[in-house]
C-alpha cells in the first residue's frame, strides 16, 4: 500500500507578495520576516512528523529556488493555474494518482499545527476519515483525505466565514463522515499576529504596546483561506 502525504501549499517569499494584509499594519520587510518564519516553522513540524511530504508552490517555474527554501519534502511542484480549490484539488489528485493512500492539505498560516496534530490528521486519513481541523475565523488550517473528493474544492468562496462549514456540508451530503478537530488560529490579521507572537516567543514580531499600528485593525477583504 501507499502512504499518507502530507501536501503542503506556500507562495514563495517575495516581498510586497505575502501577508499584505499584515504588511499594512507592520511594512512589507517584517511581513515577509512573518511568512518566512511561519513557513519554515510549518516545514519543521512536517519533518519532525516522519509523514512523508510535498511543497506546491506559486509562483510557477521556480522549483529549485522553493527546495532550497524548505528542505525536506520528498520534491516540489508547481501549483497549476486556477482559483484556490481548482489547485488543491490537482495536488490531491497527483498525490492519489501516484499511490498515496490518504493526503494530508495544509498551507503555512498556523504555527500551532505540530507534528502532533499533523499525525492525528494522518491516522483519520488512513483510517477512512475526513477530518478538519478549522480556523478561528471559519476556514480551516489543513484538511485530512483518504481518498479524492473535487467536490469538497468546488462552489466555496474562498476567504469568506463560512469555508469550513461549507466544505463539511459538502463532505456530509455525499455520505462521508467529517471529523472536526479542535480550532485553531492562524496568521491573517494583527489581532491574530499578537496572540501568536505571545504565544510563540521566536515569532520576529514583537508587539509595541500603544503604537498606532497596534490599536488599528486591517479591515478584512477576501484572500484564498490559509493559503495567502
Not at 66 to 80: H, I, N, V
Request: with cysteine; proline share 6%.
Amino acid at each position: 500500500m501507499g502512504k499518507i502525504s502530507a501536501l503542503l501549499f506556500a507562495r514563495l517569499p517575495d516581498r510586497g507578495q505575502v501577508k499584505t494584509r499584515l504588511a499594512t499594519g507592520i511594512g512589507d520587510d517584517l511581513a515577509l520576516d512573518v511568512y518566512r518564519w511561519l513557513a519554515r516553522k510549518q516545514a519543521k513540524a512536517l519533518n519532525d512528523s516522519g509523514l512523508s511530504w510535498q511543497l506546491w508552490v506559486t509562483p510557477r517555474g521556480r522549483l529549485e529556488e522553493a527546495a532550497l527554501w524548505l528542505p525536506g519534502a520528498e520534491k516540489a511542484r508547481d501549483q497549476c493555474e486556477g482559483d484556490l480549490g481548482k489547485r488543491m484539488n490537482d495536488a490531491v489528485e497527483h498525490a492519489f494518482a501516484e499511490g498515496s493512500r490518504g493526503v494530508v492539505l495544509l498551507g503555512t498560516d498556523c504555527p500551532d499545527l505540530d507534528a502532533e496534530t499533523l499525525n492525528q490528521l494522518a491516522a483519520w486519513a488512513e483510517n477512512g476519515y475526513f477530518a478538519i481541523l478549522p480556523a478561528h475565523d471559519g476556514g480551516y488550517a489543513a484538511m485530512a483525505m483518504p481518498k479524492p473528493y473535487p467536490a469538497a474544492f468546488a462552489n466555496i468562496e474562498w476567504g469568506s466565514a463560512w469555508v469550513m462549514t461549507r466544505t463539511v456540508a459538502i463532505l456530509e451530503k455525499g455520505g462521508n463522515q467529517a471529523i472536526l478537530m479542535q480550532p485553531v488560529r492562524d496568521c491573517d490579521t494583527l489581532r491574530d499576529l499578537r496572540d501568536i507572537a505571545e504565544r510563540h516567543p521566536d515569532c520576529p514580531y514583537r508587539p509595541e504596546v500603544g503604537s498606532e499600528a497596534e490599536t488599528a485593525e486591517i479591515p478584512a477583504r477576501t484572500l484564498p483561506r490559509g493559503r495567502e
